[in-house]
């Protein structure tokens, strides 16, 4: 009776631990294929992103030399980027910088590293210089909290913060402002 109960005491060990065993395995497999997705990228190099209105019109597109994005997350990474605008009546001003980030579900784009944005006119060329910039592309609206410097023919302002309205050519600031403007 003793050897009949050792018998069955080893084989119950041997069922819990083989079934404790195969869930932890099963657990183990989905996490290590949960992270092998997370680990999975996409990259385009070379791309065009265009952006569309409501009716569906092209309005600008994005030029960049690599986009990158995850299964699990919900942006999108652009190096080495310029927005030019592609819509009628035409749009003077295009927009670069060494990386940006399209967050998914909004309109915005967050632009950092050697922001340039450059009105292309000849009527009123203009350049503002920034390290880190928001836009929404489809409105052509600005902002950032940093500092700013904006060349308009030879004149200089400095300004830390602003925001604007690209088609309109309206400028708001967010902090007082120098300026070197120079009389013709």
Known sequence: MNNYILKLGLLLFFAIATSVNYFLTINSTENAADLEKSK??????NAEIFGSNKEGNYIYKIFTKKAKTNDLKQTINLDQLLIKYISKPAIDWQIQSDTGQIISQTNVL??????VIENKSSDNPSIIVTNYLEINPNTLTIATNRDVLITINDNTIQAKGFNAQLRENKLNFSSNMTSNIVNP
């Not at 999975?40 to 190099?45: A, G, H, M, N, S």
């Not at 967050?110 to 922001?115: H, K, P, R």
């Open 110 to 115: 967050a632009l950092s590293g050697n922001v």
């Open 40 to 45: 999975r990228e996409f990259v385009l190099k």
